[in-house]
């Protein structure tokens, strides 16, 4: 594999061969410590799947939540494009407190460019008020906004001061970072500053209070979710930010336990809100039967309540004996074969359990945008260096407060725990990978069509961006950010919605009328040099 590798590099330049190399990885158990680079600078000239750190906070973090008007502050492309194109779905019961339709944006001109566009925003704001009446506003900044100079936290300041709503001005301006994942640590910091614990309740509103993280309701993953933990009795404060609120968000400190899903993208609003309240983080993977039912387990484990342990018994064994024996059918279809699976920075992990439940191995995995943790595990953390796009980025320091802080569980009960689940703990997609299998951070086209030719994977999920290149190569391709427009694809229901859907790809005709490139031209082209073959 290793002299394969060489060979599919080798067209490239000896530098970006180096550098690239770094990136790949063959899963070798015998090597306790395999070190893979990420969350660094994709190379000029290579086509990469990744977004910008606009995309990871307005788009990822903050756009799902449902009762602001979100503002882009910016040329109207960044808008539009990202004007419903993540399927982070929500419902209200206040039909005019949901505005998740609606895209609003200053549509910055030359003349904005050339003399400054705080004006447009301030008078755009003014209108928002008017017209819609959110409960809170946010600026998202787009690249000009930085380069110009628009001082956002002061349009922001005097619009709160002028309307008495809360505005929120986040300077996620497209190039603050190599990827969405510098959008995510912004949006966060500005959440946890001016959001979360501005209310003034100290109690959770029922028991076994939680908060779920990084989960973001695409295709109605969190309502899933939600249908399952309120059948067993928790109480879900707040759900970040998935069909979330700003309203809601404000109470996330009451919460006893908060779950963590997409690690990538909000670790750090778990790791500030321990610090800060006290509230200890769970990983949990709600993707899969098996992922479903294992994280439901460790979260009965940390309460450790006879009651809700029993609960949570009967809703798995009640959910499974539904859905199980259609899914065994679907796994007839699907059963021996292979997959790539090349998603953002979580699901590239997370629904590698699903696949292999349906007997589907995933022999290439990686992330857009992940860092070394979510690969390694959280212990690489400390050895991580900081480089320049990193430092690029504030990081936010909070305290203990004194008035709220609650120890949940005591010290001793906790690192009992930790020996029994993961509580703030995150192991990385490399440990549940199987030895030869390969990890791929930062996949660009190049290698995309290289490997498959290499593997010739059974099936292909990532995104929009290769979905049709991979089709055409007469391979099935899965969308895993937006699911094709189908899901939910989380809990008990999205396991078997997944299933079908799988099932699906495969049985239909469509591939009888597709010719892989493989099959009708050379994979090896070279010319008979002069004199030989006589
Ligand atoms: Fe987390 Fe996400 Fe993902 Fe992500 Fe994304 Fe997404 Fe994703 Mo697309 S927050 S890292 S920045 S799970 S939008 S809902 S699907 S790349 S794997
Ligand atoms: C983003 C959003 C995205 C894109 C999906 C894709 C999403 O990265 O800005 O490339 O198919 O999930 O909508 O990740």
Redesign the pocket.
């Known amino acids: 594999t290793e002299e394969k590798l060489q060979e599919l590099l080798s067209i490239l330049p000896d530098k970006v061969k180096k550098a690239r190399k770094k990136h790949i990885l063959v899963k070798d158990s015998s090597q306790p410590d395999q070190i893979i680079e990420a969350n660094t600078r994709t190379i000029p000239g290579i086509i990469t799947?990744?977004?910008?750190a606009y995309?990871?906070c307005k788009?990822?973090v903050v756009g799902p939540l449902k009762d602001m008007i979100h503002i882009v502050h910016g040329p109207v492309g960044c808008s539009y494009y990202?004007w419903g194109?993540?399927?982070n779905k929500a419902k209200s019961e206040d039909p005019t407190q949901n505005f998740i339709n609606y895209c609003v944006t200053t549509d910055m001109q030359e003349k904005d460019i050339v003399f400054g566009g705080e004006k447009k925003l301030a008078k755009l704001i003014d209108e928002v008020v008017e017209i819609f009446k959110p409960k809170a506003i946010s600026i998202n900044a787009t690249c000009p906004v930085g380069l110009i100079g628009d001082d956002i936290n002061a349009v922001a300041k005097s619009a709160e001061e002028r309307h008495g709503v809360p505005v929120l001005a986040f300077s996620c301006e497209g190039y603050k970072g190599v990827s969405?994942s510098a959008g995510h640590h912004i949006a966060n910091n500005i959440l946890m500053d001016k959001v979360i614990g501005a209310s003034d309740k100290e109690e959770a509103p029922g028991r076994y209070a939680i908060n779920i993280l990084g989960e973001y309701n695409?295709g109605g993953d969190a309502w899933e979710i939600e249908r399952v933990l309120k059948d067993i009795g928790y109480t879900i404060v707040s759900t970040m930010t998935g069909d979330g609120s700003y309203e809601e968000l404000r109470h996330a400190h009451t919460a006893d336990l908060n779950l963590v899903q997409c690690h990538r993208s909000i670790n750090y609003i778990a790791e500030m809100l321990e610090i800060k309240y006290g509230t200890p983080w769970v990983k949990v993977n709600f993707i899969g039967v098996e992922g479903m039912s294992q994280s439901l387990r460790d979260m009965a484990t940390y309460f450790d309540d006879e009651e809700l342990t029993r609960k949570t018994e009967e809703v798995i064994a009640r959910e499974v004996a539904r859905v199980q024996p259609m899914i065994d059918q679907y796994r007839k279809v699907c059963e021996g074969k292979t997959a790539f699976c090349f998603?953002?920075g979580s699901r590239g992990h997370h629904y590698q359990g699903m696949y292999r439940e349906l007997g589907i191995e995933t022999v290439l995995a990686g992330y857009?945008f992940a860092h070394r943790d979510d690969y390694e595990g959280r212990h690489v953390i400390p050895t991580i260096k900081t480089d320049a796009d990193s430092k690029n980025i504030p990081e936010l320091h909070v305290n203990r407060d004194e008035k709220r802080f609650r120890v949940k569980v005591s010290p001793e009960k906790l690192e009992e725990l930790k020996k029994k689940i993961p509580l703030s703990e995150y192991k990385g997609m490399n440990f549940d990978m199987q030895d030869g299998y390969i990890i791929v951070d930062d996949l660009n086209h190049y290698e995309t069509d290289e490997f498959i030719k290499l593997l010739k994977p059974d099936i292909f999920s990532?995104?929009?961006?290769d979905?049709y290149v991979v089709q055409k190569m007469g391979i099935p391709a899965k969308?895993l950010?937006?699911y094709d427009y189908s899901g939910p694809y989380a809990g008990f229901n999205g396991a078997l919605n997944f299933a079908r859907d799988i099932a699906m790809s495969f049985a239909t005709p469509t591939w009888n009328f597709i010719v892989p490139p493989w099959q009708d031209q050379p994979l090896l082209e070279g010319k008979m040099a002069e004199g030989e073959g006589k």
């Open positions: 799947n990744r977004g910008c995309a990871g788009g990822v990202t194109t993540r399927r969405q695409i998603v953002g857009e990532s995104g929009i961006k979905k969308q950010h937006s």
